[in-house]
């Protein structure tokens, strides 16, 4: 599988454009023998259905085709043909498990259940798992579990991740237009400046910053970009577009600090004059992950001798394969890329392939216990 994951490393594709990855990996499953594949039902992902000789349990494992626009700067081999563009999450990595995993099922059948594979579309702008949930595919299936994995640098090579209940946060983005007017740089009474609503508005998110992981009002608020007029010093701005991304543990403590800042955003606005358009983008639902399933997990990887490690704390990255854990009865969890692994979206950062037969073997054991 190596030689498959090093192939997809050289070609990536952003979110939402992964025409070429999805062929790749449909070839691959028809190669397998894998006879119902679907596609088209929500952008590029490919859904792929494996049966045991007998009835029982549906089980989802999902992974992810997208890349980032990110320009590599390796220099082996298999680097990034694209300009711009390179797999700096491990997702070339993440579907070499699952294509391994395909291959395990083909030869070693299940003898009853089924099991769906799932490779999702944009997953790295959080509309992936939402456009795949809202196409109603998955209501042709009675699905009792779904589990995914992310590869996590830092952490001993091979070892396994597990973190019962919130293992990764809710996390949303903020895109804030605000409308004046422009005038004359001599005649600023003449005009509506946004600049005064901004200044309010930082510093009012910056109140409710609080980044202490064990704080129940933990709430991180991160700048964006701030744009306001033109390089033209004769003229008053009369436009701004302020963005951010904000992060908490739980969707529900998330909407409370939601609604603060859109009522903020709606007071500035009508005491600075200003009309306003907010949007909220790449929206990722906390993965909830349940403790039964994080059980098995433990089970499976001391079996074959894996270091386990019991996170305490939720890791900070957004990750909308929560949507499936706020479906169905699932659970990610992490895979270590080793200790002197490149950050995950470093620019240097590439997927260890020691990773695909351990990742693989592990669905596969679940697979076998829970079918």
């Not at 709606?266 to 349940?290: D, Q, T």
């Not at 386990?308 to 009865?329: A, S, W």
């Amino acid at each position: 599988m190596n030689h498959l994951r090093q192939y997809l490393h050289a070609h990536p594709e952003v979110s939402g454009y992964e025409v070429q990855t999805s062929a790749f990996v449909v070839t691959h499953l028809q190669k397998l023998g894998i006879r119902t594949i679907h596609q088209g039902f929500s952008m590029h992902s490919v859904l792929a259905e494996i049966e045991g000789k007998e009835e029982g349990n549906t089980i989802l494992i999902r992974c992810e085709l997208d890349a980032l626009p990110i320009q590599e700067l390796n220099s082996f081999e298999h680097r990034s043909t694209v300009k711009g563009v390179s797999h700096k999450c491990g997702h070339d990595g993440h579907i070499a498990i699952l294509l391994s995993l395909a291959e395990k099922l083909v030869n070693n059948p299940l003898p009853k259940g089924k099991v769906v594979l799932f490779f999702q579309s944009a997953e790295e702008t959080g509309t992936g798992a939402k456009a795949a949930i809202e196409s109603g595919i998955f209501n042709d299936y009675s699905i009792d579990y779904a589990v995914s994995l992310h590869n996590l640098p830092q952490f001993p090579l091979g070892s396994i991740i597990l973190k019962k209940g919130i293992f990764t946060p809710t996390v949303e983005s903020l895109n804030l237009q605000w409308r004046g007017k422009t005038s004359h740089a001599a005649e600023p009474s003449q005009g509506i400046n946004p600049a005064n609503a901004i200044a309010r508005l930082v510093q009012f998110i910056r109140q409710l910053h609080n980044d202490d992981k064990s704080s129940p009002s933990y709430f991180v608020t991160t700048p964006i970009f701030i744009k306001m007029g033109e390089v033209t010093y004769g003229t008053s701005a009369g436009y701004a577009e302020v963005g951010y991304t904000f992060r908490t543990w739980e969707s529900a403590k998330f909407d409370s600090f939601k609604e603060l800042i859109k009522n903020k955003i709606a007071l500035i606005s009508e005491e600075e004059r200003l009309g306003f358009e907010i949007k909220w983008v790449e929206s990722f639902k906390s993965n909830n992950n349940h403790s039964g399933v994080i059980d098995e997990l433990r089970e499976i990887a001391l079996m074959r001798r894996l270091e386990v490690i019991e996170r305490e704390k939720p890791f900070d990255f957004g990750e909308d394969f929560g949507l499936f854990t706020d479906t169905f009865r699932g659970a990610m969890f992490g895979i270590g890329s080793g200790e002197n692994c490149y950050p995950l979206h470093n620019e240097h950062y590439d997927f260890p392939d020691e990773l695909i037969p351990i990742g693989s073997q592990v669905f596969y054991d679940f697979v076998q216990r829970n079918t």
